[in-house]
């Protein structure tokens, strides 16, 4: 609307009240004359007034107008050069055209106008079309960067402060941990009471010299456990250091038969200090687990290893396989039914340890049952051995046929492998509340919390090992058959090497045992033959390979075949028997389609966590690893790895 009308419009109220008063004014002309002529001057003067009036607050109005249209500018310009605020515009090939002051203070530059984003900072690459946010820095300083692609614009302001707060904030954070000394009573043993005081003190000076040199809070709460507390950024600092203190003391004791070695549990990134002590606790099992002589790091999802050089140390006594052996008998005396699962694609280690499972449950009086999807090489003249005997063969089924007999009331173990992940069915774990892991792995971050009963040692050579132990200790004068104490010493003889390695006193002992109750060498030794067509593909792919500094040795197996996860495995042992070969790594694909990696090492080299970065696992010496993609790839990869690591110092830490 025009202005002059809408003055108008505005003006009509009074205009109505000046022709009412005028109107009066007449009237009074005919009453009387004189007194109508002073009405009618009183009417022009308020009139004149109004009039006068009015066009003085518009005049006011327009000055006012006008001096804050003036401000605003002036404010608006101010913004843009004086606020500390960047404003960046660039053109569509990514040229600045044009910034504030502020951008030529946060660059040290007057002007940056005519350079390229990528030139003025690398981390200014701009791939999407849709509005982003990017922190830089620059020199000490922090800059958050607000791009609107569509305008060509960049907003930045200064973050440092807020970065350092925050910084400081996650440095600052608790880490909470447990320290142990591993063997303790296994090295004190038969140690005089002097001798043994000495030794703890040169070992608790050693733990608390390190804790005060990396500001660490440390507390004895036991004869063998320390409690430990310290800030996230300390932790971090002795991450980078690979947790020194533990080649410390190992090598401070390492001229006893049995040298002491520590194993530590830490955990941060939560505020609940009872969440906070139960991951430490959880993370020192995980160590444990593991065989000692490392530590377990948790950080939020974040669960990290360091240390585990050397291998688990055989314990003398055998108190622990005695109580874990009468609890598992009560535990399946109390159940229905006794579910047996080994991993999938089994090896002789976890058929042999599920036929002294089934024993275990016969003897017990209950109904036992093994998990078997389907036959593989590695097991196939085991099964051929167990289909003549009805007392076994009757009791292996489907995975079908176990999820269709499970209850809550079932007893389920597992045995040579703790992951669900790796079962020959996940879905039975879920089906009841009672399972038991028997396993000898060094344990990984994926494990079955929720088991009511856990046996993992890894000092053991193979899960047969430890059936029986508990087999000894489940009744006096256990009548065994040939077939059930031979497959648990082909089990053992497997995983050995032919009692060539990882073999301690105790798995004699258990061999033995099995000697006396009629395990046959003979039928062990015609279940592990090998014939000329697998021979022949061992060396098909064995001509492939190539020596990586001087010990490694590296096969990858051609794209065109595929082969069993057995014969990689025995690749890579055979190629282990050359001369000066320290570590072998087998690559071939599998006839399930993933991309087996078997590894294999004299103990210089620690295969478990070069396979544990590729999603796999096993012990110091023996590991694997199974991943999607093609050979060419996971070559690649494991080379990565290997390159990042010092192989004469590094691989084995």
Request: hydrophobic letters at 40%; a negative charge; aromatic letters at 6%.
């Amino acid at each position: 609307m025009p202005k002059f009308l809408l003055r108008r419009w505005r003006g009509l109220p009074i205009i109505a009240g000046l022709v009412l008063l005028l109107l009066f004014t007449a009237a009074l002309f005919f009453l009387h004359w004189w007194v109508g002529a002073a009405a009618l001057l009183a009417v022009g003067a308020l009139v004149y007034y109004v009039l006068t009036a009015e066009q003085a607050f518009y005049a006011q109005l327009n000055d006012y107008i006008m001096t804050l249209t003036h401000r605003v500018k002036k404010a608006g310009a101010e913004v843009v050069q004086e606020l500390p605020i960047g404003m960046l515009v660039y053109n569509e090939d990514k040229i600045i055209e044009w910034h504030n002051p502020y951008i030529g203070k946060v660059f040290e530059q007057e002007s940056i106008v005519g350079q390229s984003l990528h030139h003025v900072h690398p981390s200014l690459k701009l791939g999407k079309d849709t509005e982003q946010r990017m922190d830089i820095s620059m020199g000490e300083s922090y800059y958050r960067c607000l791009i609107r692609p569509d305008d060509r614009l960049i907003y930045m302001y200064n973050i440092t402060e807020q970065t350092t707060l925050a910084r400081r904030y996650e440095e600052e954070q608790i880490a909470l941990g447990i320290l142990m000394l591993d063997n303790l009573d296994e090295v004190a043993q038969g140690m005089d009471d002097q001798t043994r005081s000495l030794l703890l003190a040169k070992v608790i000076g050693a733990i608390t010299e390190w804790a005060n040199q990396n500001h660490i809070y440390i507390r004895r709460s036991a004869s063998d456990r320390f409690f430990v507390l310290m800030h996230t950024k300390t932790l971090r600092e002795i991450e980078q250091s690979k947790f020194d203190i533990l080649d410390e003391v190992r090598d401070l004791t390492g001229d006893l038969k049995l040298p002491l070695t520590l194993s530590i549990g830490i955990a941060t990134g939560t505020e609940q200090l009872t969440e906070l002590g139960s991951l430490a606790q959880s993370s020192l099992d995980v160590a444990l687990g593991r065989g000692g002589d490392q530590a377990a790091v948790r950080a939020d999802q974040r669960l990290s290893f360091y240390g585990g050089r050397s291998n688990a140390v055989e314990k003398r006594t055998r108190v622990r396989a005695r109580v874990i052996s009468h609890a598992l008998r009560d535990l399946m005396k109390e159940s229905d039914k006794v579910i047996i699962m080994g991993h999938r694609y089994p090896d002789m280690d976890s058929m042999g340890a599920a036929v002294g499972v089934l024993k275990m449950a016969q003897v017990c009086g209950k109904e036992g049952y093994i998990v078997l999807e389907d036959d593989n090489p590695s097991i196939h003249r085991m099964l051929q051995e167990l289909e003549q005997h009805e007392s076994i063969q009757k009791w292996i089924i489907t995975p079908e046929q176990a999820l269709s007999i499970t209850n809550q009331r079932s007893l389920a173990i597992v045995v040579d492998t703790h992951k669900s992940s790796m079962v020959a069915e996940p879905k039975i774990l879920q089906h009841t509340g009672r399972i038991v892991v028997i396993d000898h792995h060094r344990r990984g971050e994926e494990f079955i919390d929720d088991a009511i009963l856990i046996y993992i040692e890894p000092y053991a050579s193979s899960t047969c090992e430890l059936v029986t132990e508990l087999l000894q200790y489940l009744q006096d004068r256990l009548p065994m058959e040939t077939i059930e104490a031979t497959s648990l010493l082909a089990g053992i003889v497997v995983d050995t090497k032919s009692f060539s390695l990882r073999t301690g006193a105790r798995t004699f002992e258990a061999a033995s045992f099995l000697r006396r109750n009629g395990a046959d060498s003979a039928l062990v030794q015609q279940m592990l033959k090998e014939d000329l067509e697998e021979f022949i593909q061992k060396s098909e792919i064995i001509k492939h390979a190539e020596i990586w500094h001087s010990c490694i040795a590296i096969c990858a197996a051609d794209e065109e075949h595929k082969y069993s996860q057995l014969l990689i495995a025995k690749v890579a042992d055979t190629l282990l028997n050359m001369t000066e070969i320290s570590a072998s790594f087998v690559i071939a694909e599998r006839p399930d389609g993933l991309i087996g990696i078997s590894a294999r090492s004299l103990g210089k080299v620690n295969v478990q966590v070069i396979m544990e970065q590729l999603g796999g696992g096993g012990h110091l010496t023996n590991a694997a690893a199974q991943l999607e993609g093609t050979i060419d790839e996971a070559q690649s990869e494991l080379k990565r790895l290997l390159q990042e690591i010092d192989l004469r110092e590094g691989l084995s830490e």
